[in-house]
């Protein structure tokens, strides 16, 4: 089959959607905007401050009030009356913005403080780079894939304030709209049905629950790769007949997209390990089925990855590349990392693993079921298969301690939910029954359910009380910056800053050396010798004993066993006490460290 | 349209520069920073597309904005000449030069296309 006959058969021109429930208006008669409002206006007084402390191991989703999560629900309700109704564009990207703010802002309108403990390891490597202008190369994979780092450095030290730490709480949701418009002009160029569009920009929003829309290199990679997708497949895809598109790219159009797209991919070769391996894939997929006409793209997009990888993180790849090697193809520890160990951990833990699981399956399956209707009706698409295809290369290749499933989740997201959405819609054109309406808002409204559990199931570790984080930085006010800090698990606000000068380790890391309590207090000691100050800092807090429980990280009580050993220990003195957080100052055997 | 379209980033560009050298500490400055690294120089460089398409355009100011801060930042670290103003005006340097190189709407549309 030649690419024209292949082309053809990708974009049969759809003929007019027949109208249901009269004329299309702007918002598709009263219903869809009373329910609209009726949703925003039960989430806005549904939202009040909730403690951190008090959530359970199935996280924010049962201690909120059902409005919260009823309203994003009735808002869907809303969505697809507006679609059946053929709302305009305008009303329909009002839904899903509201959908956004609904989804991605719940966390951080109620909690106290920045969620996610990686998000405070990330502003001090960005408070490092402000203070130092130096880049730490062998410190940590971070310094090695600086970009995103050094953007915000950028944003930090122009804004100046707390307008960093404002982003940081924020971030989901601004992340979550920024999202919008690739997506958008990704879903435009799979399909011109405009009701198989927007569900799919609707499903994507609901897919989204993979929560690395953080303060992250990886959410800020993320948009820069939707964007590159959206130009690739908009202005470079290869056209048979113009007369089908409504407009045919310039010369002078396709120049500046040229330029774009690859200064998108030089952009993301220095933010992220992962996501620049998925656009080369990507790229790749699209110049081998024949969906993008600049056949050169994979070798100069691969050069400019390996380039960044080869010349720049060579002292990353010096220390971890028999790891990474040994790990490829190695499908027992992906499977261990990505499903077995998920699976470990308290009841609570269990069931929202279980949730997100099958929140995640009802998605696929409805994808699946998509693909193979409108495969029925005569649809061959290729690009979109293309595009979900691709990124699953990466899990035969690394586990990416254990988050490899969920990234390649999140690569493939776009395109999934372009199938997912084709199941309601699969022949083009023609009408849909009110089964398949109702059919539509009952997944919506299961995947709405699906999101508050799979995103915030973990909300209990990752949302630190203001005690926590104020304690903790009052702790590092008042130590020296030298001073290492050995927490009981990462589950903390810390490292927030001091990033480059104060060592770092975890409880659960030197009971994973020795197997006892005895020994790492012995370990922890001699941690204290080898720091310039003769001392370390020992840090128990609420939220790390909520993810010893959650994830069954130590044995039973052994986390209370080392602290009472080193609240014993000799030397040690407690330098703040409370509810939620304990820390100890240990000395060492020698007075006065290490030289 | 098109010429205010590249000729804008300038304006927001010299208005930041303007609040830094002063350290003036107002909203203001931090809604500014926001507009210049979403938008400079990915305004001025779209306004090369003669494309109709508002999509197309809202999509690829973020992104050329974002990729330039990306590598401005981080060619000025490794060559250890990183501060947050030395970016900004590597920022506006570029947007300068796009103004150049990119047409005008009048002799954007005069010129025959290649």
Do not use: C, I, K
């Given at each position: 089959m030649t690419v024209a006959e292949l082309r053809a058969r990708e974009s049969v021109p759809e003929s007019p959607v027949p109208r249901l429930g009269g004329r299309r208006t702007a918002v598709g008669g009263a219903v869809p905007s009373l329910l609209a409002l009726g949703a925003v206006l039960l989430w806005v007084l549904a939202l009040r401050p909730v403690d951190?402390?008090?959530?359970?191991?199935?996280?924010?989703a049962p201690a909120r009030p059902l409005a919260v999560w009823a309203a994003p629900a009735l808002l869907s309700v809303a969505f697809v009356v507006a679609l059946a109704r053929r709302a305009g564009g305008p009303f329909l990207l009002l839904l899903v913005v509201a959908l956004v703010v609904m989804l991605q802002a719940t966390a951080a309108a109620v909690e106290p403080e920045i969620r996610g403990f990686v998000s405070y390891r990330h502003l001090g490597i960005i408070d490092t780079l402000s203070r130092t202008s130096e880049l730490h190369s062998g410190l940590d994979a971070y310094f090695d894939w600086p970009g995103f780092f050094a953007a915000m450095a950028t944003l930090d030290g122009l804004a100046g304030g707390d307008a960093l730490r404002v982003l940081a709480h924020w971030s989901a949701p601004v992340l979550g709209l920024l999202y919008l418009p690739p997506v958008l002009l990704i879903t435009r160029a799979l399909t011109s049905d405009r009701r198989l569009r927007w569900t799919a920009v609707w499903l994507f929003c609901l897919g989204n629950w993979v929560d690395q829309d953080y303060l992250s290199p990886q959410g800020f990679a993320l948009l820069l790769l939707l964007s590159l997708l959206g130009l690739l497949l908009t202005v470079f895809r290869p056209r048979v007949d113009v007369d089908q598109e409504p407009w045919a790219p310039s010369v002078r159009t396709q120049l500046v997209a040229y330029g774009t797209v690859v200064l998108l991919v030089a952009a993301l070769a220095p933010t992220h390990q992962l996501t620049p391996f998925a656009a080369v894939l990507g790229i790749s997929c699209l110049v081998a089925v024949r969906r993008c006409s600049l056949a050169s793209l994979p070798v100069l997009s691969g050069a400019l990855v390996s380039l960044w990888v080869v010349f720049f993180a060579v002292s990353y790849l010096q220390g971890h590349l028999t790891g990474i090697v040994s790990e490829v193809g190695d499908l027992e520890t992906l499977v261990d990392a990505n499903v077995r160990d998920r699976l470990d951990g308290s009841p609570g833990h269990v069931l929202s693993v279980r949730l997100r699981t099958a929140s995640t399956l009802l998605l696929a399956a409805v994808a699946v079921v998509g693909a193979w209707r409108r495969w029925r009706a005569g649809r061959q698409d290729v690009t979109t298969l293309a595009l979900v295809i691709a990124p699953v290369a990466l899990l035969l290749v690394q586990p990416y301690g254990g988050e490899m499933g969920m990234r390649v989740w999140l690569f493939a997201l776009p395109a999934t939910a372009v199938l997912a959405a084709g199941s309601f819609?699969?022949?083009?054109?023609h009408d849909v029954g009110r089964a398949t309406w109702i059919a539509l808002a009952v997944v919506l409204v299961a995947l709405v359910g699906g999101f508050g559990v799979s995103k915030y199931g973990n909300e209990r570790v990752l949302a630190p009380t203001t005690a926590e984080r104020a304690g903790l930085e009052q702790v590092y006010d008042a130590t020296p910056p030298e001073t290492p800090v050995v927490a009981a698990?990462?589950?903390?606000?810390?490292?927030?800053?001091?990033y480059e000068t104060r060592r770092t380790t975890t409880v659960v890391a030197l009971w994973d050396e020795v197997g006892d309590a005895n020994g790492v207090v012995d370990l922890v000691r001699a941690e204290a010798d080898a720091s310039p100050t003769g001392t370390t800092l020992v840090v128990f807090s609420r939220s790390q004993t909520a993810a010893d429980r959650k994830?069954?990280?130590?044995?039973?009580?052994a986390l209370q066993q080392v602290e009472d050993r080193i609240a014993a220990a000799p030397g040690s003195r407690p330098l703040l006490t409370s509810h939620h957080l304990r820390v100890y100052e240990v000395a060492g055997a020698t007075p006065g460290g290490a030289p | 349209v098109r010429t205010a379209l590249r000729l804008t980033p300038l304006v927001l560009i010299a208005a930041l520069l303007g609040l830094v050298v002063v350290e003036a500490q107002t909203p203001v400055r931090v809604l500014l920073v926001a507009l210049v690294l979403l938008t400079c120089p990915g305004l001025t460089l779209a306004?090369?597309?003669?494309?109709?398409?508002l999509l197309l355009w809202v999509v690829a100011v973020p992104a050329i904005s974002l990729s330039t801060l990306t590598l401005s930042a981080v060619t000025l670290l490794l060559l250890g000449w990183w501060t947050p103003t030395v970016c900004l005006v590597v920022l506006a340097a570029v947007t300068v030069g796009a103004v150049a190189v990119v047409p005008s709407g009048r002799a954007a549309s005069e010129e025959p296309l290649p």
């Open positions: 951190p402390a008090s959530l359970g191991d199935v996280g924010l819609f699969p022949t083009l054109g698990t990462g589950h903390l606000p810390w490292r927030m800053r001091d994830f069954g990280l130590l044995p039973d009580d | 306004a090369g597309m003669d494309s109709p398409d």
